[in-house]
């Protein structure tokens, strides 16, 4: 089975053609500039080629056809015709309380993920553009939604709830709903296959770092608990984003500058987080190596960040009752061997003992705690691409 997965953004679309029971990627790629003129970045994996080409992109439905052109090019395609393709997968963003798992998009499904859109006002249009592009350009090929939320749907209440008048909640949905579900569930899938275990026996604790993070709790399978709140501004500081802050500090600075609420969240989403701290850069690479020649605010950024992750770390352990396994996975956790020693250092009375040698690496799938370690340290390159493909082939082929 050959399974497109299409992630779509407001002007950007990128994609990933591949088998879901072999997992090979045969072609993967990136369309810019939607809107605006037009530009399609194609890689072939098996042949290491790179193509690159300027098509006029007016709309979606341009650049998915751009895609399927140069999926089924003569020379750098790799496929013959648009009929191999199976299934398209698309990432959408927020499903809400309506979507506990991945679903086959019909018609109400559509307007189930339209009706999401005031919790997602930047994200579920363009997911939707996506979708209903591919629909025109690929009629009758079934399509399922993989949502960023879904995976998160099993919290219980007490994890959920904000403490603010409940009808806020009743009527207008407003609650921890939590994002990066596509990759906390793969990971931890994926820990539980590398601890030969089941899934349902362990407690592990996943945590995404990247240029936006979140860390959730995995109980026997299921997420009790999520850093990322109503909207992903919440929970860990991070690249620009502020993270959980004391809501009082919005009137503060509101009154004291005169910013207006746009303003104020332009400030909290873009120019906070280890950016903000260190008024050095977004990037930990960035960081760590200003930190090293002695810039002492790029030094506390990451501090702060590495200090906020073992925080959660701990809370989630108590929340769960224990922890069998904490993950490292996306742009920090899986290439920065400082952040990871940083953040499980000092856990050694939870059961943690870190082995330096075995941290000493990146993008790969190993386990980076002493072999005496109670609770196993795991580095898992995540797959959001392969999540959606497999899910999408699991529903297409029922
Ligand atoms: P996104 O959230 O945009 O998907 P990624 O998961 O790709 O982001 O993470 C990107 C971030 O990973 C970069 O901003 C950078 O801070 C961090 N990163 C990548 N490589 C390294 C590295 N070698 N050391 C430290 N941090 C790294």
Redesign the pocket.
């Known amino acids: 089975m050959k399974v497109l997965v299409i992630n779509a953004g407001s002007s950007s679309l990128k994609y990933q053609l591949l088998d879901p029971a072999t997992q090979e990627v045969l072609a993967q790629g990136l369309c810019e500039r939607i809107g605006i003129d037009g530009r399609l970045t194609h890689k072939v994996p098996a042949t290491g080629g790179k193509f690159e080409f300027e098509i006029a992109m007016p709309t979606h439905a341009e650049a998915i056809q751009a895609v399927l052109d140069a999926l089924t090019n003569p020379e750098h395609g790799v496929i013959q015709s648009m009929s191999e393709i199976d299934a398209v997968g698309h990432r959408v963003v927020h499903g809400g309380e309506k979507f506990a798992s991945s679903v086959l998009i019909t018609d109400e499904v559509l307007a189930a993920i339209e009706e999401c859109v005031p919790l997602a006002p930047l994200h579920n249009p363009a997911n939707i553009t996506g979708i209903k592009a591919c629909q025109s350009v690929m009629p009758g090929v079934p399509m399922v939604a993989v949502f960023d939320t879904a995976f998160h749907q099993t919290m219980p209440a007490h994890s959920y709830i904000y403490a603010l008048p409940y009808e806020y909640y009743e009527k207008d949905k407003v609650r921890r709903y939590g994002f990066h579900g596509t990759s906390h569930k793969y990971v931890a899938g994926r820990a539980a296959a590398m601890l030969g275990k089941p899934l349902e026996e362990l407690k592990i604790v996943t945590c995404?770092?990247?240029?936006?993070?979140s860390v959730t709790a995995v109980d026997g399978g299921k997420s009790v608990d999520t850093s990322m709140g109503f909207t992903p501004l919440a929970g860990l500081p991070m690249?620009t984003r502020s993270g959980d802050l004391d809501a009082g500090i919005l009137e503060f600075l509101m009154n004291k500058y005169g910013y207006d609420i746009k303003e104020m969240l332009n400030i909290l989403n873009k120019k906070s987080g280890v950016l903000g701290i260190s008024g050095v850069s977004?990037?930990?690479?960035d960081l760590?190596a200003a930190a090293e020649q002695g810039n002492g605010r790029a030094a506390l950024a990451v501090e702060a960040f590495n200090y906020s992750v073992k925080k959660l770390i701990g809370a989630y352990a108590a929340a769960m009752g224990g922890v069998d396994a904490i993950v490292f996975t996306?742009?920090?956790g899986?290439?920065?061997a400082s952040?990871r020693l940083a953040i499980a250092s000092g856990l050694e009375f939870m059961g943690v003992k870190m082995d330096a040698e075995a941290n000493n690496t990146?993008g790969k799938e190993a386990v980076i705690s002493a072999p005496d370690s109670k609770v196993k340290v795991l580095l898992i390159p995540?797959n959001e691409e392969l999540m959606i493909a497999q899910d999408t082939a699991a529903i297409v082929g029922k």
Do not use: P, Q, Y
Not at 208 to 213: A, D, E, V
Not at 282 to 285: A, N, P, Y
């Open positions: 995404h770092l990247g240029n936006g993070s690249g977004s990037d930990f690479r760590d996306a742009g920090v899986e290439n920065s952040n990146r995540t």
